[in-house]
């Protein structure tokens, strides 16, 4: 597919920033409520007015941890926050508290599945630190607005190991960790409103060159799409530059969507000396082990889990386990729905990934906001086991509650789709047919046997599609022999 | 006039020989005809009805706290709501702070009347209180002299406008901050009591930033009695600052009477090396031998590493304050440029017109000593002698209960004398400086005057957290002495 496969190995690491699911600021008392009027969650604090300092919010603490449990990684109990200083608008003390030495989550791994099997990704370290605030250019013309409320939510910046090999790789292992936020809640995982940032960094080398080429990190690659695109387009930029007998600049280059290109934002060379030291205005984070402790006994089950637990007990073929457990609501849904239906955990499966999957696609809905639940479903399924209902008039049904006509048996009752399987009524149908049908039944009798299709056919179309086709089947295969 | 005390006051209003309404007009009165530069602003309106409020709970309330309706003034590095707060610096001139300090609101709690913000060197960075924009105060003591008057001479500093404002009788006490001496050497300067609690006593809670792990409020008095019982209003634990000690709360006066009888104070040799003034000296071992009649033993101990105790602090502080002096940048509140061409140019118009040189050099020394490369020859190095200072007193204490010394090499200086020279300057603060690194409660309490008539100060230091007794080691010298109740106002000899 791309040029690169056979000369070049790619060699990337994603950092990737999750605004963490907290009440409050990391270190001030404000909402994070996304969207409010601008600076309406701005405390004195938040906007570091002369003299405040700031307080640690524990359940900050509390949701990093959690997260690096479910990487199986280390929780460093001994936790300093450091000052990166540098000047710009939205940074309103001019400097960010973060964490240099000492993250609060050390080294983790997570698994992606790639074309050829299971890989998996090295997580270096995932530490807390303060969001700055957004710089309004658009409104205020020839100058620059600033909104102070996103300023001091609080972040876990998650730093990959340069363990993947492609575009394809590296978007596998950010839907792997935005799969993981959102299961273990501690992040929406909302791109558009920036609750989950992507930045890549990118190099490539020789295949079978052992140290790693000059790298270039990217920034502004906020979808699944933009990272898969600007990692491509990054990656011919430097093959371009190193097959034209030119070097790499280590540097930061922007993703511009709309032009699909990357373009330099500084280079090494201007990059910052942000003066890191430990904030002399927060006393080190001790984390109790019990602490730890009572946040390991509150993790659910992981994804990968999950999936194991729905391919080996639950009897589903590794694709559906893979897809029905990559959203902890989806696989809610599934356990919702199988546990209640006497349908088969396959059927179950089948159901959702298809019509289901289908209808939410289209309408742009969240499996939350499905307008069919999982004990109408549950029930739909229930209709086919005890043969109320056929596939195709499940369907139907099925269409039905989509738009939200009311429940599977009045649905049934009112669209008169109860299945005839009354033996005597379906008899009547059938002996109609062969009257009214001499040539194939003459066909028939003459050993042409895929007839019988046909006849089945003229039954269901008599009775509405509501005769039981296996007993009309089984009906005019007695009567024509 | 001689000197009025916080516990005299207290007992006037509490017997209603005046109001506190007529006692803080009185000091308005002295605050507007004074000519010491000793105040920034002056928040008459707001003293009055407080003072109002006071004398209101007063005749409804029997059991007031002590200081109800008592005036006194607070440094201008505090926050207080709807009052100009300005640090000494021309980037906050207009700056009128939306909240209120935790230690100011404390006192306010506790009934005191805010008089005004006293001067103060500019971001608390200085010794003379030289580097304040609102321009240089004067000590007091300048017209006494001997010889009579040779020009004005400073009050010490940071807190330079609080101690003039306390000597010259313009307030009966007022809050200083004290990052490397900044309340002791003043106090020291300007024949008063002052003291530096242990770190984390009071909040740093709306009191602007010099270096956050050194800062710490104090009061500064006439008397240690009177200290005991300011500090007794600003102390206590405050969920607003992380580095704030989450201990009971005390009363600082409780000791306030207890025998010193088997007390052993440690002198330091190297308090009384070279570099120090040979008057001072004098005065020095007289008090010395004023604890040794009340019953103290001498034992001469060693802080083997206070020679690098300057070195270290003029790493830390410099590092922090760089960092916490970042805000002050023309985007949100304080002083904005008027022309700039772009955003880098705006800060730096902005800060270049906003701070004064003193605030420049110690954000250079700072941001140098963080950067990439040099922060581990530097920071990190000081941050090591940072240690070896505070396990020096540690092992000191094993010794002895109290270690005595000068609080300054040399008495008030001349103005404009050392502020081209900013390593003279800052030896100023040679003894004090050890005792921030440690975070340890110290005071400089009066010890009379030198042949030329200046006052010099006893400087007093104890273990983590036990101001009360050295409260009460500073009280005990206080009833056998008067230098404390000396005022600049008075003939010597008359008090």
């Not at chain 2, 000494?88 to 609101?105: C, D, M, R």
């Not at chain 2, 030896?427 to 440690?438: C, E, H, Q, S």
């Amino acid at each position: 597919m791309f040029t690169w496969d056979k000369q070049w190995e790619v060699v990337i690491g994603l950092e990737v920033h999750t605004q963490l699911k907290t009440q409050s600021k990391i270190f001030s008392g404000s909402s994070i409520a996304y969207g409010a009027e601008p600076n309406t969650q701005a405390s004195a604090v938040d906007i570091a007015l002369p003299g405040v300092l700031p307080v640690m919010n524990l359940e900050a603490a509390r949701l990093a941890v959690k997260f690096g449990l479910a990487i199986g990684a280390n929780i460093n109990k001994r936790n300093v926050f450091a000052r990166k200083n540098y000047f710009y608008p939205d940074l309103p003390k001019g400097y960010q508290i973060s964490q240099m030495e000492l993250p609060i989550v050390g080294f983790g791994e997570l698994e992606i599945d790639t074309e050829n099997g299971v890989k998996t990704i090295g997580i270096t370290r995932a530490h807390l630190e303060e969001d700055a605030g957004k710089s309004l250019h658009e409104d205020f013309q020839g100058q620059t607005g600033i909104d102070l409320n996103r300023a001091g939510t609080p972040l876990l910046e998650i730093v990959s190991e340069p363990d993947m090999r492609s575009p394809t790789e590296a978007v596998a292992y950010l839907r792997k960790l935005h799969s993981l936020v959102r299961y273990i809640e501690i992040c929406d995982g909302n791109m558009q409103e920036g609750s989950f940032r992507c930045d890549a960094n990118v190099s490539i080398r020789p295949r079978g060159q052992a140290e790693y080429g000059t790298r270039t990190e990217l920034k502004n690659i906020n979808s699944f799409r933009f990272v898969e695109r600007a990692i491509e387009y990054e990656i011919e930029r430097q093959i371009d530059i190193l097959e034209d007998g030119g070097e790499i600049v280590q540097e930061t280059r922007l993703y511009d969507a709309d032009k699909h290109e990357t373009r330099s934002m500084r280079s090494k060379e201007e990059a910052h000396d942000y003066r890191y030291f430990p904030d002399p205005d927060l006393p080190p984070m001790v984390l109790e082990d019990s602490f730890i402790s009572e946040i390991k006994a509150t993790l659910p089950e992981l994804p990968s889990e999950k999936r194991a637990r729905f391919e080996q007990k639950l009897g589903l073929s590794p694709a559906d386990a893979t897809v029905l457990t990559a959203d902890r609501a989806v696989a809610e849904f599934f356990e919702n729905t199988a546990n209640t239906t006497k349908a088969e955990n396959k059927v179950v499966a089948n159901w959702m990934t298809g019509e289901l999957f289908a209808n939410l696609n289209k309408s742009e809905l969240d499996i939350t906001e499905s307008p069919i639940s999982s004990a109408q479903l549950a029930t739909l399924l229930d209709r086919v086991c005890d043969k109320t209902l056929s596939g195709n008039t499940a369907k139907k049904v099925f269409s039905a509650l989509w738009e939200q006509e009311g429940d599977v048996d009045d649905i049934i009752a009112a669209k008169g789709l109860k299945q005839i399987t009354d033996t005597g009524e379906i008899e009547s149908i059938v002996d109609e047919v062969i009257s009214n049908c001499p040539d194939q039944v003459a066909q028939f009798k003459e050993g042409n046997e895929k007839v019988i299709g046909f006849l089945v056919g003229q039954v269901m179309q008599r009775s509405k599609g509501k005769a039981n086709p296996q007993m009309a089947n089984q009906m005019l295969q007695e009567k024509l022999k | 006039m001689t000197i009025t005390t916080l516990a005299e006051l207290s007992a006037n209003l509490r017997n209603g020989k005046v109001s506190s309404v007529e006692l803080t007009k009185e000091y308005l009165d002295r605050i507007e005809s004074s000519e010491h530069n000793a105040f920034i602003s002056v928040t008459s309106d707001q003293a009055l009805k407080s003072a109002l409020a006071a004398d209101k709970q007063r005749s409804s309330e029997d059991n007031s706290s002590a200081l109800l309706g008592v005036p006194i003034a607070q440094k201008d590095i505090f926050c207080i709501e709807g009052t100009r707060t300005t640090c000494g610096s021309k980037i906050l001139e207009n700056f009128v702070a939306p909240y209120t300090a935790t230690v100011v609101q404390n006192m306010h709690n506790s009934g005191i009347v805010t008089l005004g913000k006293t001067n103060m060197d500019e971001f608390a960075m200085g010794s003379s209180n030289e580097t304040s924009y609102f321009g240089d105060v004067k000590n007091p003591w300048s017209s006494r002299q001997a010889g009579g008057s040779k020009g004005n001479l400073v009050p010490g500093g940071s807190s330079g406008g609080s101690a003039a404002a306390v000597s010259a009788g313009l307030t009966p006490a007022a809050t200083g901050t004290d990052t490397g001496g900044s309340i002791r050497q003043p106090a020291a300067f300007c024949n008063l009591t002052g003291v530096k609690p242990s770190y984390g006593r009071c909040s740093r809670y709306g009191m602007i930033a010099f270096a956050s792990s050194l800062d710490q409020a104090g009061p500064m008095t006439h008397t240690a009695e009177d200290a005991a019982l300011l500090l007794n209003t600003m102390a206590g634990f405050d969920i607003k600052d992380s580095t704030s000690l989450d201990v009971p709360s005390e009363d600082f006066t409780r000791d306030l009477g207890a025998s010193i009888n088997d007390l052993t104070i440690g002198l330091p040799s190297e308090f009384f090396g070279d570099g120090l003034d040979n008057d001072v000296a004098v005065l020095i071992e007289n008090a010395i031998k004023e604890y040794e009649k009340l019953g103290a033993k001498i034992k001469e101990i060693s802080l083997p590493n206070s020679h690098l105790a300057l070195p270290s602090y003029y790493v830390i502080a410099p590092a922090e304050a760089s960092s916490n002096l970042s805000r002050f940048d023309g985007v949100r509140y304080g002083l904005r440029a008027e022309q700039y061409t772009d955003l880098v140019d705006m800060y730096t118009q902005t800060r270049t017109q906003g701070f004064g040189d003193e605030v420049k050099r110690r954000i250079m020394i700072g941001a140098y000593a963080l950067s990439s490369g040099y922060y581990d020859a530097y920071y990190a190095q000081a941050q090591k002698l940072r240690r070896l200072i505070s396990n020096d007193f540690t092992n000191a204490f094993k010794e002895c209960d109290v270690i005595m010394g000068p609080t300054t090499p040399s008495p008030a200086f001349a103005s404009g004398s050392r502020s081209d020279d900013p390593v003279s300057m800052y030896l100023n603060d040679i003894y004090t400086i050890p005792v921030n690194l440690a975070g340890l409660p110290a005071a400089s309490i009066p010890a009379g005057f030198t042949q030329n008539g200046l006052p010099a100060g006893l400087h007093l230091i104890t273990p983590y957290l036990s101001e009360s007794k050295l409260l009460n080691i500073a009280h005990q010298y206080q009833l056998v002495t008067d230098w404390h109740r000396q005022s600049p106002l008075t003939t010597r000899g008359n008090a």
